[in-house]
């Protein structure tokens, strides 16, 4: 997964403010600290996504992102 998806997903899920202030405050479970500390330390952005999706009981069928229209 590219950063660019990692943060489209944030975004979509929690918000573009907020996106950014919990991945610099949410410590992971499987990491040694926060979403953005694995991500500075090159965890695949994909595990650090599965991860918050899991912490933050996210619902697996928006795992993968919202539904979005087609643009024209």
Same mark, same amino acid.
């Given at each position: 997964?590219?950063?660019?998806?990692?943060?489209?997903?944030?975004?979509?899920?929690?918000?573009?403010?907020?996106? /950014? @202030?919990?991945?610099?405050?949410? @410590?992971?479970?499987?990491?040694?600290?926060?979403?953005?500390?694995?991500?500075?330390?090159?965890?695949?952005?994909? /595990? @650090?996504?599965?991860?918050?999706?899991?912490?933050?009981?996210?619902?697996?069928?928006?795992?993968?992102? @919202?539904?979005?229209?087609?643009?024209?």
């Amino acid at each position: 997964m590219r950063m660019s998806r990692f943060w489209e997903l944030m975004e979509d899920e929690f918000g573009a403010g907020y996106a /950014h @202030v919990l991945a610099d405050s949410l @410590v992971l479970q499987n990491y040694d600290g926060t979403a953005q500390a694995a991500l500075n330390e090159g965890v695949d952005p994909k /595990h @650090v996504w599965r991860e918050i999706c899991i912490i933050q009981e996210v619902p697996e069928e928006r795992w993968f992102g @919202v539904q979005k229209p087609p643009k024209n």
